[in-house]
């Protein structure tokens, strides 16, 4: 891999977010709404080694970056991601030693962790399909919404490998639960919108030429709220994972505290007193 990626390493993430030119996604920034389209809807969007750096390093940098709030991912054309690109990642595998394969999986996986320590709530907007490293993405993001007839599958076992892949057996388990995840990475199939609905996947169905407005439309109702209490509820949704019920009281009250400190909070009592809502500022 490292010859393989050496020379083709992604551009810097630079700040502002708003000003930065990815070239492996779209990047568009609306106010405080970050907008990331996977954009190679010729392929179905499938991702590269170049695109995996490229993404990570993204999501790392919208921790530096306070003028965004709420980040939407999701894919052009159609499809959400195809998942790791078969000729461009899949076929290179093969020839590469132990070393380079660990460089390899750790590579994906720290996609997955810059994910989830971005401090942003990210919402996917999943449509068409979302399947191998596309349906991790998803399951990574914080909210996801699916489009009518979309379908996801975590499919590393059609090409010989374990479901246990870039987080997916400590992740899906906890949102849609064992049984059900265990299903999908032992079989590969892939679970529908509905399924996906029902068993919590997806927070609604919605139109195809919907899925995306809805997602932002979500994304300007977060950004709209308390920043420093929502990333606080993000951190904390992540860490209690790990926690018994009696320290998840002990660090909810600390982190509740620290939230009392805050000028939103005071704003929020004020409008309240005021009758009126309260404009957050996110300080």
Not at 183 to 206: C, D, K, N, P
Request: negative net charge; contains cysteine.
């Amino acid at each position: 891999m490292t010859a393989l990626v050496k020379n083709k390493i992604a551009n810097p993430v630079t700040l502002p977010l708003a000003d930065y030119k990815p070239e492996h996604f779209l990047l568009k920034v609306d106010g405080r709404i970050a907008t990331v389209t996977l954009n190679r809807p010729d392929r179905k969007n499938p991702l590269t080694f170049q695109s995996y750096r490229e993404l990570t390093d993204f999501f790392r940098a919208c921790a530096m970056d306070d003028q965004v709030t709420t980040i939407v991912v999701t894919g052009a054309g159609g499809n959400f991601s195809s998942g790791g690109d078969v000729f461009e990642i899949i076929g290179p595998l093969i020839e590469m030693n132990t070393r380079d394969l660990t460089a390899f999986t750790r590579m994906t996986g720290d996609l997955v962790k810059a994910m989830r320590a971005c401090p942003q709530p990210i919402i996917a907007a999943v449509e068409g399909i979302c399947a191998g490293a596309g349906a991790i993405m998803a399951m990574a993001s914080d909210m996801r919404l699916a489009a009518t007839g979309a379908k996801v599958g975590f499919l590393f076992n059609k090409v010989g490998l374990a479901g246990c892949d870039m987080g997916a057996c400590a992740i899906l388990p906890r949102i849609i639960g064992q049984a059900r995840a265990s299903e999908l990475l032992y079989t590969g199939r892939f679970m529908s919108a509905e399924e996906g609905e029902r068993w919590g996947f997806f927070s609604r169905i919605v139109a195809p030429d919907e899925v995306l407005a809805q997602a932002q439309t979500l994304a300007k109702s977060i950004s709209e709220g308390p920043t420093y209490a929502n990333t606080m509820t993000k951190r904390m949704l992540s860490m209690e994972w790990a926690m018994s019920i009696e320290e998840a009281i002990e660090a909810e009250a600390v982190a509740q505290a620290l939230c009392m400190t805050t000028e939103d909070f005071a704003r929020a009592y004020h409008a309240f007193a005021n009758k009126q809502k309260p404009v957050f500022e996110g300080n």
